[in-house]
């Protein structure tokens, strides 16, 4: 092994931290007390020491990790693959049987960790190796590979003919049990850094990632790195944190709140569509329905951002307003929106339409915020960007947040939204479960005309018919 | 008889002090100047000088952040576990694969959901996208993108267009028509571009601005009609991996991960980072914010999963199992945000109680590295897409 390949290899380690930790449970199944139980294996007529049975390891696997025959036989199949165990019997096929097949630890010679990347110098040799022992003994992609090495370092065949009859000699000088066992090691190796087509390759890595260990030259960590961690850090010091007993309480609260609203928690009413196959759940809980469904009109009483979220609260939460009298100040806050996500190109439009409609003395749609954010907002208008209505739009959202949001709760509007919204009744278990329920298809979104969608603007209730819209699904 | 050599005493004008002393040749940058014995003890003094900042400063940061971490601690009086305590335990769980979507031909790496809650757009290796009907499991459009590993895909709101990119360094947003003779490719957009890999793009609360993270170690918000870069965001000290929009009422912050195992929070408005959090052992893969938006979970090459409090600005629960051994590769919560559903590289899927901290169940199905996985819009199932080269939705 060159420095080269040791310096690789030990930055694949850190890369795969699984490595390591599969190492740690070999080694923790080799430990002479708590470890696998080993016996001797008779192969034949050889006898080879120290192997166990896959059930042996799917029954250890269980004790130590306290988990299912199932998950047990996964982990085991995962390290097998990683060709830290190998099979006696059938040494090809690197799977974990959870039966009396014989299995054996590899060597930490061949570990992955240890030897990776595998060099191709190595893979001609044991081809090489193979071939001579018993002529045409290699399989198809074996013989591709073999093809290929031999042109690419031809320079070189003489040495790895040489290499590979060298260690054919060696090996005759073995004991037939040693022999066996370093064959299957070796075999093993080589099946997971060249696994046959189709196979599942275990070592394929997505590209290559730059972090910390791979990157020889860090850059980064000069002078302006340091002065932006100290900045931050002084920073971070004086922000105000909320003690952890607040903090954990707020989940609580939040998971009691939404916890019969999860469909995958609580169920769903009528049925999920992706169980039963029937979409009626949805075509009862579209964007614009008649008639909304009880869990939902009860969500908008959560908070504020749930009533905004969703756009029939929207629309209602628009109707009451109008009937306050206080309107424009939905439409000034749909308004600053359309300008914070809108296209950069048209901001200084925006921000005059917006002033212009809103703002401006004598308005028609004046809205009514304090003198300081307006005489801010004014000033920052003649140098019109995105985020210029701000405060503006934040102090308009808190004013609806405190004071309209909670009016509306208690009103009649909602009041009566609420009493005739529908509890759907549950799905009825179909008389022939086994006959798939046909599955609708729904028009695309990219088929509906831009009109058609998300209405904008002041007046939401325009575009919107009291039945499903156009690109609705028919209940 | 030896040669002797003479020191030759210069008298003059100092070049850089400009006082009458004897003078010493220096060189500065291949030029011969002529400074006085003072200056040039000055000038060797100052390059010690440099090294001695960069030491001092890397104390004081490392100083400073060992205090913020005492600071953090201060408040952290309970444990999340305990107080779930008082919470009822869940009972036996039952989700089952019930779509599979098989189509494309290589490693899925991404998916989306499209706000309608049946469709998904998905990315693979061999560059193929693919927008689905994923209740219906009909494809409803393909384009091939003209680069490998397409890593990071996103449905727009409106869901009228795609935006997808990868090893080609940029993000592309695609209209989606159904003309059948249109050539999607021909009214693509070129929207981003980084100096490295695309990881991951998210389109804001609109069509026409999207948030993109790269392996250059930044995030930038892009205007989509113009190209036009809006604001970017610098602090990492490696690739970032991932990243996910805060569901806020003022929506203005996002949060990233990156190999350098940090979390960042930014505020998009400014670029500013506004909190960050180091406790990971390894790459982030994923992030996503719980559902109220105080806090957010994240996914490490570690074999951990972690849930971060933005009050208590501290890490609150570790989401872990021995037998656990290979990184978690995607995250994302169910609607109440009492399960966790991460997807692992050792292609199962860990379901994780975030209140109590514990393994509720475990998922097998697919045969390779699960790479992707999203709750759907409504919370009624979620999908994971996986090496193996297909989609399954679970529910």
Redesign the interface.
């Known amino acids: 092994m060159t420095i080269n390949t040791l310096h690789q290899a030990g930055s694949y380690k850190v890369q795969?931290?699984?490595l390591s930790?599969?190492e740690r449970?070999i080694v923790g199944m080799q430990d002479p007390d708590m470890g696998v139980k080993m016996r001797n294996q008779r192969l034949l007529i050889t006898v080879i020491p120290h192997a166990m049975t896959g059930s042996d390891i799917v029954e250890w696997?269980i004790q130590?990790?306290s988990?299912?025959e199932?998950?047990s036989l996964?982990?085991g199949n995962?390290i097998v693959k990683h060709g830290y165990i190998y099979p006696l019997k059938d040494p090809r096929c690197l799977v974990l049987r959870a039966d009396d097949s014989p299995y054996r630890f590899q060597t930490p010679y061949f570990w992955m960790s240890t030897k990776w990347p595998a060099a191709e110098l190595d893979y001609a040799i044991y081809l090489a190796k193979k071939n001579i022992q018993k002529q045409g003994d290699l399989i198809d992609h074996e013989k591709d590979y073999y093809n290929q090495l031999h042109k690419k370092i031809n320079h070189t065949w003489d040495f790895v003919v040489m290499q590979a009859r060298e260690q054919l000699r060696a090996a005759k000088q073995r004991r037939k049990g040693d022999r066996i066992v370093i064959e299957c090691q070796e075999q093993t190796y080589w099946l997971v850094n060249r696994p046959p087509p189709g196979a599942?390759n275990v070592m394929?890595q997505?590209?290559e990632?730059?972090?910390?260990y791979t990157?020889r030259v860090q850059m980064?960590?000069?002078?302006d790195?340091?002065?932006?961690?100290?900045e931050?850090?002084?920073k971070?010091?004086g922000?105000t944190?909320?003690?952890?007993?607040?903090?954990?309480?707020?989940?609580?609260k939040?998971?009691e709140q939404?916890?019969p609203?999860?469909?995958?928690?609580s169920g769903?009413l009528p049925s999920?569509?992706?169980?039963t196959d029937d979409?009626d759940?949805?075509s009862m809980?579209a964007p614009t329905v008649a008639i909304p469904t009880k869990l939902r009109v009860e969500r908008w009483a959560f908070n504020?951002?749930e009533l905004?979220g969703d756009p029939l609260g929207h629309i209602q939460f628009m109707e009451f307003l109008k009937k306050e009298f206080s309107a424009e100040n939905l439409s000034f806050w749909e308004a600053c929106?359309?300008l914070?996500?809108?296209?950069?190109?048209k901001i200084a439009e925006s921000v005059d339409a917006v002033y212009q409609q809103f703002l401006a003395p004598g308005a028609t749609r004046w809205v009514n915020i304090d003198s300081k954010t307006m005489e801010k907002t004014l000033e920052g208008i003649r140098r019109p960007h995105?985020?210029v209505m701000?405060d503006a739009q934040?102090h308009i959202?808190m004013l609806m947040k405190k004071d309209s949001y909670p009016r509306f709760l208690k009103s009649d509007i909602y009041k009566t939204l609420l009493a005739e919204a529908v509890i759907p009744p549950e799905t009825k278990k179909r008389v022939f479960p086994f006959m798939r329920k046909q599955?609708?298809?729904?028009p695309?979104?990219?088929?509906?005309l831009p009109s058609e969608?998300?209405p904008k603007g002041e007046d939401k209730g325009k575009n919107l018919t009291s039945g499903p819209s156009p690109g609705e699904e028919q209940s | 008889m030896c040669d002797q050599t003479f020191l030759v005493n210069v008298f003059g004008s100092c070049d850089k002090c400009f006082k009458q002393r004897a003078l010493r040749p220096v060189f500065i940058r291949s030029q011969q100047l002529s400074y006085c014995a003072v200056c040039v003890a000055l000038m060797a003094a100052e390059g010690l000088h440099e090294n001695e900042t960069l030491a001092s400063l890397k104390s004081e940061a490392e100083s400073l952040k060992s205090k913020l971490e005492e600071e953090r601690a201060k408040l952290h009086d309970v444990e999340l576990h305990q107080v779930a305590e008082r919470v009822e335990a869940l009972g036996q769980f039952v989700m089952k694969t019930r779509r599979t979507l098989k189509g494309h031909g290589n490693k899925v790496l991404c998916m989306d959901w499209c706000k309608d809650k049946r469709r998904i757009v998905s990315s693979s290796q061999d560059g193929k996208v693919i927008v689905w009907d994923s209740f219906t499991t009909n494809k409803e459009h393909a384009v091939t993108m003209p680069c490998t590993w397409v890593m990071a895909c996103a449905y727009a709101p409106s869901g009228c267009a795609i935006a997808c990119g990868g090893l080609d360094n940029k993000c592309s947003v695609y209209p989606l028509t159904f003309d059948k003779n249109e050539n999607m490719a021909a009214k693509k957009k070129s929207v981003a571009m980084h100096t490295n890999y695309l990881s991951a793009c998210s389109f804001t609360n609109s069509d026409m601005q999207i948030l993109t993270a790269s392996g250059d170690g930044t995030c930038a918000l892009w205007d989509v009609e113009s190209g036009q870069l809006l604001q970017s965001f610098h602090g990492h000290g490696a690739d970032v991996l991932c990243l996910d929009l805060a569901p806020s009422e003022t929506g203005n912050t996002f949060v990233s991960g990156g190999c350098d195992k940090k979390a960042m929070v930014w505020d998009m408005r400014s670029g500013q980072c506004i909190q960050s959090f180091e406790t990971h052992e390894s790459d982030i893969n994923s992030v996503r914010y719980y559902p109220s938006g105080d806090a957010f979970a994240s996914g490490s090459d570690d074999a951990t999963c972690r849930l971060y409090d933005l009050r208590a600005d501290r890490e609150v629960a570790i989401y872990s199992k021995e037998s656990i051994i290979f990184g978690a590769s995607s995250v994302d919560f169910s609607l109440s945000g009492r399960l966790l559903f991460a997807g692992y590289n050792d292609y199962t899927i860990n379901v994780w109680d975030v209140l109590k901290g514990s393994r509720v169940s475990i998922l097998f199905g697919h045969e390779n590295r699960v790479s992707t996985l999203r709750v759907s819009p409504d919370g009624t199932a979620f999908c994971s897409g996986s090496w193996d080269h297909t989609l399954r939705v679970w529910a």
Request: glycine share 4%; net charge positive; charged share 25%.
């Open positions: 795969m931290p699984c930790k599969m449970v696997l130590k990790f988990i299912s199932e998950e996964h982990l995962l599942l394929e997505g590209p990632r730059g972090n910390c990157t980064t960590k000069n002078m790195f340091y002065k932006r961690e100290i931050y850090c002084k971070a010091m922000r944190r909320v003690k952890s007993s607040i903090c954990l309480e707020a989940y609580l939040f998971n939404y916890m609203h999860d469909p995958i928690m769903c999920n569509p992706w169980i979409t759940y949805w809980n504020f951002r905004m929106e359309d914070r996500y809108g296209e950069q190109s995105r985020y701000d934040m959202y599955r609708h298809s729904s695309s979104p990219a088929l509906l969608q998300e």
